[in-house]
């Protein structure tokens, strides 16, 4: 029997193990003391424990004391590190990738471009790393503009991708304090801190070809999967194939992509990206040495497991089903495919991390949806990596039905705990220039306004907003939480529910079969709860809640936002003739009620707590004299101290959280007093970093 080591976490993690676990083989996975709550860990037949993902030697050591057969590296971390895979291939154990060689060659951006015009591949000019380090600073200039690179420039990390070590600089003054920053976070993400500049087009087309070379010079190419919906050059949506490439494009930068793997010799899975042009043209980006995150469309649209191949491949064997490496053959696609990365992030606060518990997590359960995951309800999103939580893949046989699909497997998609970005992506699936194929890598920067509304109507909102519905709502979670004291033998209903609740026990709450309901028509303005089967589902109803659904007009609803949610439309069309509306709620925080109803989620302050109110009240005066971080994370530089004097704008902290760098402005001018950080500091969440203080 075979024994595969992962080095690698999250949902990653768990897709190759079902692969491994497929052929009969023991599965071991990489991990560390911080992530020691990890799914994975209980899923594996051993968990082999370093003190980092990216401690190469710890790895190799680790997988050889437990006589490991072959390691996968998943995507991230070390996946892309020749001298990882070489030391791997040095202890005798089958490294599930590409050679050492290849990475060397394309794995490293700039390298790559030197093959691909080798090649005759176009590629985008660019100032390389070394052009970097030998011309002083003042000459860079000079040379950009010689070669035809001007502003805005793209500051680029040579290793690793997911948009981890990357800057658009929009002035030449801007330029070596973004290479810095760019380079330490490629530094953090990749073990690699090399950068180069890059002419930088701004709103391009991104479509990356899937080739899986058999190491000889031969190979396939599995179509294309268009990747333009970006933030911050990461991806959000991603498909296959793309609705701008036809069979004759396909062929043409299929055929590009085959000449890179025949001129490296390439073994295994990997994929070349492109710049598209509206013209057609294209223009080689990079090659990633590795396995996607994005490859279970190319699995659906074209029936191959490529984590399978690339198991096969490592065995010495050629992929049952592919084509003979040395035959061309332009694939045909069966359907279109589109997956949502859904991330522990807040669209609405500028794409902030947001890690935190899984207080619940449901996933959606529909025919043709499929759900890569690397958490559980009750887990947490851990800040100390990305903000992965699953990827959500639809497939369907057109287009126009796959944005359907996803848009509904989005809305069944619940996460109470942390922000995600769960209603921005049913946003986009649901937009008409995305349902078209009318996109750019441009394209969310453009509309992340529209993108961020409300998926249900701001009068809805305001109804669930009310005291008098928030303190049914309140009131249906703590009974069940109570449900009831013969949990609680030694406890009175008083102790269970604290003394208003009891007290509202006799006239409020009646035991029937399905359980109880709460909440009268008289008493809160006609919203009744009732739990349902399952932790935390619940179905609302009511004359009010009931009535003003009915007051809501379908079409100047849609007139007035395009994102509203399609769960709210289907209501109104079947005319509520059920007069109940299922949601999911819980009580992640003692002072917050979170509640899902039509696809989104909202956060409602609990009734009747004045301490929480009073904070919550403090936080909006002291927003501008007390310099707060967003979210859990570590502090890298502190750029002032006590007593400086700053102004609205200046750089005061650079914080890491999910791998990603956050640097914070003073948010008006003053005085800097009572700095409460240090460099290497770790922050559990939201902490006061400094109070600014008006200048005397």
């Known amino acids: 029997m075979k024994r595969l080591v992962i080095a690698n976490r999250g949902e990653i993690a768990r897709r190759i193990m079902r692969s491994g676990r497929d052929f009969g083989w023991k599965v071991a996975v990489i991990s560390t003391p911080e992530d020691c709550d990890a799914p994975v860990r209980f899923e594996a037949d051993a968990v082999l424990e370093v003190s980092s993902f990216l401690d190469a030697q710890a790895i190799v050591n680790a997988a050889r004391s437990w006589r490991a057969d072959l390691i996968h590296p998943g995507y991230g971390f070390l996946s892309e590190n020749a001298d990882f895979a070489q030391l791997v291939e040095d202890a005798g154990i089958a490294f599930v990738g590409p050679t050492p060689l290849n990475m060397r060659a394309m794995g490293g951006k700039e390298s790559a471009k030197s093959f691909a015009r080798r090649c005759g591949v176009p590629t985008l000019e660019a100032l390389l790393s070394q052009e970097l380090k030998q011309l002083a600073v003042e000459k860079w200039s000079e040379v950009l503009t010689q070669r035809g690179i001007v502003a805005p420039f793209l500051v680029k990390a040579s290793g690793g991708g997911g948009g981890r070590g990357m800057r658009i600089v929009e002035n030449i003054k801007d330029l070596p304090d973004a290479i810095a920053r760019a380079s330490q976070e490629a530094l953090a993400s990749f073990n690699d801190p090399t950068v180069f500049v890059e002419r930088y087009l701004v709103a391009p087309r991104h479509v990356e070809i899937q080739v899986f070379g058999d190491g000889q010079g031969g190979g396939v190419f599995w179509g294309e999967r268009e990747c333009s919906l970006q933030r911050r050059h990461q991806k959000v949506l991603e498909e296959a194939p793309s609705p701008v490439v036809d069979?004759?494009?396909?062929?043409?930068?299929?055929?590009?992509?085959?000449?890179?793997?025949?001129?490296?010799?390439?073994?295994?899975?990997?994929?070349?990206?492109?710049?598209?042009?509206?013209?057609?043209?294209?223009?080689?980006?990079?090659?990633n040495t590795r396995l996607q995150v994005e490859h279970p469309v190319t699995e659906l649209v074209y029936g191959v497991d490529l984590v399978r191949a690339q198991f096969e491949l490592a065995l010495g064997v050629w992929p049952e089903g592919f084509p003979r490496p040395d035959v061309f053959v332009v694939p045909v696609p069966r359907g279109v495919a589109i997956e949502a990365r859904l991330l522990a992030e807040d669209p609405r606060s500028g794409f902030l991390p947001t890690p935190g518990p899984l207080v619940v997590y449901r996933e959606a359960n529909l025919p043709g949806v499929r759900v890569d995951s690397g958490v559980v309800e009750g887990g947490r999103v851990n800040d100390r990596f990305d903000s992965m939580i699953a990827k959500v893949i639809a497939h369907a046989a057109t287009r126009a039905a796959a944005c359907e699909l996803l848009a509904r497997a989005l809305e069944k998609t619940t996460v109470h705990g942390c922000t995600t970005n769960l209603p921005f992506l049913?946003?986009?699936?649901?937009?008409?220039?995305?349902?078209?194929?009318?996109?750019?890598?441009?394209?969310?920067?453009?509309?992340?306004?529209?993108?961020?509304?409300?998926?249900?109507?701001?009068?809805?909102?305001?109804?669930?907003?009310?005291?008098?519905?928030?303190?049914?709502?309140?009131?249906?979670?703590?009974?069940?939480?109570?449900?009831?004291?013969?949990?609680?033998?030694?406890?009175?209903?008083?102790?269970?529910?604290?003394?208003?609740?009891?007290?509202?026990?006799?006239?409020?709450?009646?035991?029937?079969?399905?359980?109880?309901?709460?909440?009268?028509?008289?008493?809160?303005?006609?919203?009744?709860?009732?739990?349902?089967?399952?932790?935390?589902?619940?179905?609302?109803?009511?004359?009010?809640?009931?009535?003003?659904?009915?007051?809501?007009?379908?079409?100047?609803?849609?007139?007035?936002?395009?994102?509203?949610?399609?769960?709210?439309?289907?209501?109104?069309?079947?005319?509520?003739?059920?007069?109940?509306?299922?949601?999911?709620?819980?009580?992640?925080?003692?002072?917050?009620?979170?509640?899902?109803?039509?696809?989104?989620?909202?956060?409602?302050?609990?009734?009747?707590?004045?301490?929480?109110?009073?904070?919550?009240?403090?936080?909006?005066?002291?927003?501008?004299t007390f310099l707060k971080a967003p979210m859990a994370g570590k502090v890298l530089e502190v750029r002032v101290a006590d007593g400086d004097t700053v102004s609205e704008g200046d750089l005061l902290f650079v914080l890491e959280s999910m791998k990603m760098q956050l640097e914070l402005r003073a948010p008006r001018s003053g005085v800097v007093a009572g700095v409460r950080v240090k460099p290497g500091v770790t922050l559990a969440g939201p902490e006061v970093l400094a109070e600014i203080k008006d200048q005397e």
């Open 247 to 287: 069979t004759q494009l396909r062929e043409k930068m299929g055929r590009a992509a085959m000449a890179l793997v025949a001129e490296t010799k390439y073994r295994g899975a990997g994929t070349v990206e492109f710049l598209l042009s509206d013209s057609g043209e294209f223009f080689f980006l990079e090659m």
């Open 426 to 624: 049913t946003a986009v699936a649901q937009h008409a220039d995305y349902i078209e194929g009318n996109v750019s890598t441009a394209w969310i920067g453009t509309h992340v306004d529209e993108l961020n509304r409300s998926l249900i109507p701001e009068k809805l909102i305001a109804f669930f907003e009310r005291l008098d519905v928030r303190r049914a709502l309140a009131d249906a979670l703590l009974l069940r939480s109570a449900q009831w004291s013969h949990f609680y033998p030694h406890r009175s209903a008083s102790q269970v529910l604290g003394d208003r609740f009891a007290a509202l026990l006799p006239h409020k709450v009646a035991l029937a079969q399905s359980g109880l309901n709460v909440g009268s028509v008289a008493e809160n303005g006609g919203i009744d709860v009732q739990p349902g089967l399952a932790p935390h589902e619940y179905k609302l109803s009511g004359r009010g809640l009931v009535d003003l659904l009915r007051s809501l007009d379908s079409e100047s609803l849609e007139r007035s936002t395009f994102s509203l949610s399609s769960m709210v439309f289907r209501a109104l069309a079947g005319g509520l003739t059920a007069c109940e509306v299922g949601c999911t709620m819980s009580r992640p925080r003692a002072q917050h009620i979170q509640i899902t109803v039509f696809g989104e989620t909202l956060t409602l302050e609990w009734p009747d707590d004045s301490r929480a109110q009073l904070e919550f009240s403090a936080q909006g005066r002291d927003s501008e």
